[in-house]
């Protein structure tokens, strides 16, 4: 888990809506928003804030608009020197101006930067910067979208973006973009020209009507890796509609419109499937080949990370996929910075940033080739930073890398920054440390800063999986085979017992003694149903002999009768008290082994038994001898039915 991120945080006086760092300088963050027009108590601005510090950041220059205008809706630094900075702003004339059919909704400024930007590398503390109240200047202003035809004038600049300064001859190309027009609308523009004044534009991209760019971004495409031989100054322009992706190449000065080719198409889903399909929400170039959408599923079930090879002549394909966190039903923003690369290795990475609905932030490091073929790409998560602000996130920037010149054995730590600015009028800015890679121990001449340490193959990351893997497994088996050999639950093959001393052994070595105790149980009860068996046969036999004694005693006198009857009960009631020795012997055993309660039928039987008996005795001088011979056959009935439970 990566350490906790370092930021400093600002709350301003409005509401804030665009962001973006000086290129040249990562000290410097420029901020716009406001309340729009008419809104009292709630300014129009654009702040530079002094963002070297990591626990702390502030204003430096103020820029009060008119309170007749709208907000700042987009922002952009153009370029910048030593002592000041230039900036691009969508900022919409007054509703009076726009009913007249005037809308200067393209700004520029110039900000001077405070005299002393000495930074000192330990701490990253700007010197005598917080003192200085800098001077700003309106630059100028113009009108460029084709004027809308409709009753209600709500048309704005939606996007403002500038590429990076081309080095060879330091060209700079603009794109701004419409919202809420009528029909869509795309300006190409020559970003270095002193203030929109004049016949700058480059080229215009209609979108049609009802259509609206998502956004915009553009790569140059002389300073970059590519391989390709392109004329200076030229350029790539891509943007995204809900579902498109589009794309163009240009040169300043250019006379012919640009051709536009079709990258990518959202497919429709299946016919059984959901008419809704995701929409794009952002894009960034990472290389003049590679292309990183943001998309949001439909009816705000989550977003994706979508990486894109593009082709020149025919629709670009997905390379890879990344869905982020499920706490993200929607994303607001996006933004991406490039690390550095050496020139004798072919990878880079870019960092990533993505801002969510629920106020989070997720940044992700994407390893790369700066060339085709483009194999293995996978997103790596560095962190997720939530609860940013207290309200949603309206813009992402991230400062510009630039690596340092000397060796890295005498450079101090390496940042970027990110800035995230909220309609709760919060601007926050979170530093995030590079590690050089491959480390300084190595001693490679092929190193250069990353914000992760690049990961191992998939191979080899599923070879290393399948290793550990096996070896838990495997010492999982080992730990249960010992222990039941300890226990006594197994045969031994480790000689596990062995490995105890007598007193854990005594402790821990504690017998399965459940098969032992169920076999000494069984071999009981069977012992015991055996004998209740000899004991019924033996008080049949008995009663058998008693009744062929009374048969014989009617033929004698009565008094010889009468003890021969009381002789042959006396020898049953014998037998039925062994029966019930055994019956209680056979209970006792039975409960603690939690048998059958069959036998306490065959119990209650001959407990009936001997209470006829004794009843009968009482009764014998009152009722004679006949009613004894009956009783005797009721007698041989209870003892068939004793015998009977025996059985079952």
Known sequence: MPPAVAHAKLTLSYPLYASDFDQQNADFLLVGGGGGEGRTGVSNKITLINASRKQTISEVVDIDLSKDEDSVTSLAVASSTESSVTAFAGINSSQKDQNAGKNEHLRSFRLEYPPKRRIDGSTGEEKGAQEYKGQTAPLGRASLFTPSVATRKETFQRITRLSRPCKINGGQLGAISTGLAPEGEIILFDAK?????????????????????????????????????????SFSVAYCTDYDVQMCKMTLKQTTKPELIS??????????????????????????????????????????????????????????????????????????????????????????????QDISISIFTLEHPLRPPFKGLKFHLHTILRSVHPLQITSLSFSTFLPPQTPQSSTPPQYIKLASTSIANTVIVHTLPLIPYPPPSQKSPKQRYVLTSPGRSDATQFTLSLLISTFAIALGAFLLQAFTEIRGGSPEYLGAKGWLSQNLHDRFAIPYVLENQMNTASTAISSLVDQATLSTSSLKTEATDAASDIKEALTNTPQQAKEAVSSALDAASSAAAELKQASDAYSSTASSSATSAVPSTAYHHIRDLLSRHHRHRREESAQGIPHMIIQHHEDDSAQGKLKAGFHH
């Not at 016949?199 to 049609?208: F, K, Y």
């Open 263 to 356: 990258a990518y198409t959202e497919p429709h889903p299946d016919t059984f499937a959901k008419k809704d399909r995701p929409k794009f929400r952002s894009l960034r170039f990472l290389t003049p080949n590679l292309l990183l959408l943001l998309q949001n599923r439909p009816d705000r079930q989550g977003a994706d990370l979508l990486l894109l090879e593009l082709s020149p002549n025919s629709q670009g394909r997905i390379l890879g996929r990344k869905r982020l966190h499920k706490g993200i039903k929607a994303a607001t923003a996006l933004s991406v910075t490039h690390l550095s690369s050496t020139v004798s290795s072919n990878s880079t990475q870019h960092a990533i940033a993505v801002a969510g």
């Open 193 to 233: 020209t002193n203030g929109p004044m004049g016949p700058w534009v480059e080229a215009r991209l209609p979108l049609g009507k009802g259509v609206e760019a998502a956004d915009i971004d553009i790569i140059g495409l002389n300073n970059t890796d590519d391989g390709q031989d392109t004329p200076p100054g």
